[in-house]
């Protein structure tokens, strides 16, 4: 199973299209907010299952402020992060997923990509994809995630570039 991780667009679907261009179609896609009332658009451009949640600029949104996903044995928790002081640190998105019985959690905000892979079974790993519109990490590249859940229930995770040519570069 395929999930392309999202956030932060601010209603821009630009260099969303180059990502689902270059990428074999995902089976699921995770939005971190900031959608500024694109969910339709972007549910129809992925053409798979999404799941959307409401950031700081979803003013009129009726976007929950957090969602949990379950896919294969992940359980997954999604927030935007504004609310959970993201820009200092991340521990309070990390507290939430774990009272939720989450192994996963995700969020967005700062629109610079973050991934930190749980070391044990009953740690959280960690991962903001960035911005696909607005980045703001050293180099300013817009940043998304994938994860991989492979045949074996085992998820991988990848924070990927969209370089100025449109050409996907791969960070590991």
Known sequence: MRILIISDTH????????????????????HCGDVEGHEKKIREMAGCPCTFVRGNNDYWS???????????????????????????????????ARENGCNVALYGHTHRPVLRQAVSEDGVTVLNPGSLTYPRQEGRKPSYAVMEIDRFGKAHYQINYVTRTGRISFWE
């Not at 209603?11 to 699921?28: A, F, H, Q, S």
């Not at 993201?86 to 309070?92: A, F, Q, S």
């Open 62 to 96: 009726d976007l929950r402020n957090s969602e949990i996903v379950e896919l294969g044995k992940y359980r997954i928790f999604v927030t935007h992060g504004h609310m959970h002081g993201v820009h200092w640190d991340d521990k309070e998105v990390v507290e939430e």
């Open 11 to 30: 209603g821009n679907e630009t260099n969303l299209e180059k990502v689902l261009k270059k990428v074999r179609k995902p089976d699921y896609l995770i």
